[in-house]
């Protein structure tokens, strides 16, 4: 059954979510997507307040993943808007191509950290091409961020790398995503800090 558009809020701070997986394969079902369910679960363990979330299995095609996003900023009303898969050196990796045709501005400071997260863990981080960007209309904005295509490494960028005391190390790109909302107009969301601790200067906060 399809959702209607725009997405409608049951209060105002309820963050509205589109997630997108990325992969020839799973979009034409060889395999089971994994990155949707990945993410799904993550942001309703991370958030205070549960999101809604609209999602999206599409193909490796340009075009079609720049249309997705528009849709879901424009037409869905999405205030965050993530992407899993597609940001490798293959021919068929074009997200981070069609995020920017979709931008309005670019956030370069989130793929510097995702990678700086991934590096801790696999020296092959240095060949993600991910971005992260802004899309901004007259009357409304999302920010849009490439996660890579794996469960357990979409975790470890959201969260960042903690230490045996649960001291964090390097912090995941979640924890900024908050206070960008906030600055775009989004909805004001708070997160567990057990899973990641959300940043606002003091003078934003509530």
């Not at 528009?70 to 940001?87: F, H, I, K, P, S």
């Not at 490798?88 to 995020?99: F, N, Q």
């Not at 989130?110 to 700086?116: C, G, N, T, V, Y």
Request: glycine letters at 6%; charged letters at 25%.
């Amino acid at each position: 059954m399809s959702q209607a558009f725009p997405l409608q809020r049951s209060h105002p701070d309820e963050l509205l979510v589109g997630l997108v997986s990325v992969s020839d394969r799973a979009a034409s079902g060889t395999y089971q997507d994994q990155g949707i369910p990945a993410l799904s679960d993550w942001l309703q363990r991370a958030l205070v307040q549960p999101p809604q979330i609209v999602s999206r299995l599409i193909p490796d095609e340009r075009p079609r993943i720049a249309a997705t996003l528009r849709e879901l900023v424009d037409e869905a009303r999405c205030d965050l808007v993530l992407t899993t898969g597609g940001t490798g050196p293959a021919r068929r990796d074009v997200t981070p191509e069609a995020t920017l045709d979709a931008a309005t501005r670019e956030m370069p400071g989130f793929a510097e950290q995702m990678r700086q997260v991934s590096l801790r863990f696999v020296p092959t981080a240095i060949l993600s091409r991910q971005v992260a960007v802004i899309r901004e209309l007259p009357d409304h904005a999302a920010l849009i961020i490439n996660l890579p295509g794996q469960p357990k490494a979409i975790q470890e960028t959201l969260e960042g790398l903690r230490d045996a005391d649960g001291s964090v190390l390097v912090p995941g790109v979640f924890a900024a995503v908050p206070y960008c909302l906030d600055l775009i107009g989004g909805p004001y969301i708070e997160t567990h800090d057990a899973i990641v601790k959300a940043f606002r200067p003091k003078s934003a906060r509530r």
